[in-house]
């Protein structure tokens, strides 16, 4: 079925007009939801709030989270900020919102050819549109490291996929926002900052996958998607 299209049946069937939602990975605390949602309804319904991701210790040797949000400083996000901050793992916002950028792009996430970034796709439109996101690290669940290290670079594949047809899905010479962010992701993991990263192998082998993932998922979005009008 693939996991946006999952979302969007799942928004379709909610009864509420405020929607709250997680992954089948997550442990929660006691004070998440509560959390979650009175900051919602403080800050508004042009408003989506995410919450922190802690990664869930695992007594085994070589498992892993890939997906976290550690800090503990709240944030407001408004605008084009240069990167990605919905995290759908901890994600709040009012029916209005979502309805109003068109829900979950289907042809990205997990169970899709290019199985990763339709949280980054919803997170951009939402900024488009002129909605804010804020990030409460309050509210507070887990993500279990139930991954190994035989997943590290399938994941990474998968995640270079989904990010490139992103990207691609944005494209354009009169705007080139994603034009300069692409590039940027590219050489971030060619060059990385911290170069402590280039003295483990499975760091070096990790990013050269994602690079090449990136430049496949946008090749193959630019010649089987429409850009959005």
């Known amino acids: 079925m693939g996991l946006s299209r999952a979302n969007n049946a799942g928004i379709a069937a ?10 089948d ?5 006691p004070t998440w939801l509560d959390s979650l949602l009175q900051s919602l309804v403080r800050a508004g319904p042009r408003t989506i709030i995410t919450g922190r991701v802690l990664p869930l210790a695992n007594n085994e040797k070589g ?9 503990a400083l709240p944030e407001t996000y408004e605008g084009r900020i240069g990167r990605d901050v919905l995290f759908p793992m901890s994600m709040a916002m009012y029916r209005s919102a979502i309805d109003s950028v068109g829900g979950f792009d289907e042809r990205l996430g997990p169970g899709t050819c290019f199985p990763a970034a339709e949280d980054n796709d919803l997170g951009f439109r939402l900024l488009e549109a002129g909605f804010r996101i804020i990030y ?6 887990y993500h279990r490291s139930w991954r190994t290290e035989k997943d590290y670079l399938p994941l990474r594949w998968g995640y270079g996929r989904g990010q490139g047809a992103y990207y691609a899905k944005y494209l354009g010479l009169q705007d ?3 034009m300069s962010r692409m590039g940027l992701d590219i050489l971030r993991h060619v060059f990385p900052l911290r170069h402590e990263v280039w003295c483990s192998p499975r760091w070096v082998l990790g990013n ?5 993932a990136i ?3 946008a090749v193959q979005w630019s010649l089987t998607r429409e850009r959005p009008r």
């Open 215 to 217: 430049l496949s998922g």
């Open 63 to 71: 498992h892993f989270a890939p997906s976290t949000k550690i800090s």
């Open 208 to 212: 050269l996958v994602y690079v090449f």
């Open 14 to 23: 909610a009864r509420h007009d405020l929607l709250v939602f997680t992954h």
């Open 136 to 141: 409460e690290p309050a509210s507070v669940l």
């Open 25 to 29: 990975d997550i442990l929660v605390t």
């Open 176 to 178: 080139r926002y994603m």
